[in-house]
T-cell receptor, first 110, second 111 residues
Framework: KNEVEQSPQNLTAQEGEFITINCSYS?????LHWLQQHPGGGIVSLFM?????KKHGRLIATINIQEKHSSLHITASHPRDSAVYIC????????????WGAGTKLIIKP | DAGITQSPRHKVTETGTPVTLRCHQT?????MYWYRQDPGHGLRLIHY???????DKGEVSDGYSVSRSKTEDFLLTLESATSSQTSVYFC??????????FGSGTRLTVV
């Protein structure tokens, strides 16, 4: 069993829809990261969470430490949001190394 | 991100030749990492550094070595490149309370 699991693996939606990507983890963490990677592109850090909720523009990330679960939401989705979204758990016992989820490939159709 | 640069961006090399990739940061972050990204595997940690001359192995370190003689530079060396090392290589930096910042990646092809 992977220590960090994301769902869904693939998601296709229409422009304007509300998007939710889920991440569950089984290890003790000091933080949970959400990152974005466009096709052929670099990796951008979106959020680093240790509790509660963070918002940046149309992106919202939440984490429930007790349930070991985090979600990334996109409101009013747009084709430019099409990318791979990756969650990564920062293991509290391993010098800030990250345990990576497999990623969610999101396609937003106009 | 302007705070971290990787060079070269693209490289084609022959099997058996040595290759060095460079990661340079201007953020004075303590931690630096080298990852490789391959289809079906996501990001895998090769080596990381937690300070000048302090490095440790990641999950896929065989065939790679690193050096960090200055805070700002983290070098990844393939002593004798093999076709299995064809990949996209990402450098990343982090500091205790901050998130991670990734370089733009180096696409390495070993022929």
């Amino acid at each position: 069993k992977n220590e960090v699991e994301q769902s869904p693996q693939n998601l296709t939606a229409q422009e304007g829809e509300f998007i939710t990507i889920n991440c569950s983890y089984s290890v003790g963490i000091s933080a949970l990261h959400w990152l974005q990677q466009h096709p052929g592109g670099g990796i951008v850090s979106l959020f680093m969470l240790s509790s509660g909720k963070k918002k940046h523009g149309r992106l919202i990330a939440t984490i429930n430490i007790q349930e070991k679960h985090s979600s990334l939401h996109i409101t009013a989705s747009h084709p430019r949001d099409s990318a791979v979204y990756i969650c990564a758990a920062q293991d509290m016992d391993s010098n800030y190394q990250l345990i990576w989820g497999a990623g969610t490939k999101l396609i937003i159709k106009p | 991100d302007a705070g971290i640069t990787q060079s070269p961006r693209h490289k084609v090399t022959e099997t058996g030749t040595p290759v060095t990739l460079r990661c340079h940061q201007t953020e004075n972050h303590r931690y630096m990492y080298w990852y490789r990204q391959d289809p079906g595997h996501g990001l895998r940690l090769i080596h990381y550094s937690y300070g000048v001359k302090d490095t440790d192995k990641g999950e896929v370190s065989d065939g790679y070595s690193v050096s960090r003689s200055k805070t700002e530079d983290f070098l990844l060396t393939l002593e004798s490149a093999t076709s299995s090392q064809t990949s996209v290589y990402f450098c990343a930096i982090s500091e205790t309370a901050d998130g991670y910042t990734f370089g733009s990646g180096t696409r390495l092809t070993v022929v």
